[in-house]
């Protein structure tokens, strides 16, 4: 079973700040996801990234495939309390279509 | 609303019972997705289907949980003889299989929250 490792596990900044968030594996991905999870919603899909070295921006949000497409990165500029939330990876398992997450970076932004 | 619908949103029962939760997928999508999501983890999957046809399960499923899809739209799972362990966010997802090798996004729902006192 691939594992996907989140990091940090936690992270609480004023707003303004900017912040990077971690996924790491040993294994190599067709394709990475990054959702967002509000408390008591389920998570909404924000960027998929599919070629190794591919950056996507979404308004503040960077989004970034590592080149060997093990690892991805998101990073938030000038965070503001609205991206307050659970941020998870996630990347199917193999062949099949079971969708494999980490356990998530929780980030709170305070005003 | 057009999104994936989840009921109930809260479920509280006492241990031994059973539970049923219902899902409605988007419309038009013919997959259909269970994930189990507890405290501190991220969503973990258990089962889904392709219309009617249950494809995968996980072995977190084990035989006191049952899903259909009976007419290839909305699902339900039971979990029968509720343990204390059992208490999770249920999520349901839905998709939109089409040719090709592309995997297509999940949409989620709200999820249930069941707590087993």
């Known amino acids: 079973t691939q594992l996907l490792e989140q990091s940090p596990q936690f992270l609480s900044i004023q707003e303004g700040e900017n912040l990077t968030v971690y996924c790491n594996s040993s294994?190599?991905?067709?394709?990475l996801q990054w959702y967002r999870q509000e408390p008591g919603e389920g998570p909404v899909l924000l960027v998929t990234?599919?070629?190794?070295?591919e950056v996507k921006k979404l308004k503040r949000l960077t989004f970034q495939f590592g080149d060997a497409r093990k690892d991805s990165s998101l990073h938030i500029t000038a965070a503001q309390p609205g991206d307050t939330g659970l941020y998870l990876c996630?990347?199917?398992?193999?062949?099949?279509?079971?969708?494999?997450f980490g356990k998530g970076t929780k980030l709170t932004v305070n005003p | 609303d057009t999104g994936v619908s989840q009921n109930p949103r809260h479920k509280i029962t006492k241990r031994g019972q059973n539970v049923t939760f219902r899902c409605d997928p988007i419309?038009?999508?013919?997959?259909l997705y269970w994930y189990r999501q507890t405290l501190g983890q991220g969503p973990e999957f258990l089962t889904y289907f392709q219309n009617e046809a249950q494809l995968e399960k996980s072995r977190l499923l084990s035989d006191r949980f049952s899903a259909e899809r009976p007419k290839g739209s909305f699902s339900t799972l039971e979990i029968q003889r509720t343990e204390q362990g059992d208490s999770a966010m249920y999520l349901c997802a839905s998709s939109l299989r089409t040719s090709g090798r592309r995997r297509e996004t999940q949409y989620f729902g709200p999820g249930t929250r069941l707590l087993v006192l």
């Open positions: 419309s038009e999508h013919n997959r």
């Open positions: 990234v599919v070629t190794g070295g």
């Open positions: 996630a990347a199917f398992q193999g062949g099949s279509e079971k969708l494999v």
């Open positions: 294994s190599v991905f067709s394709s």
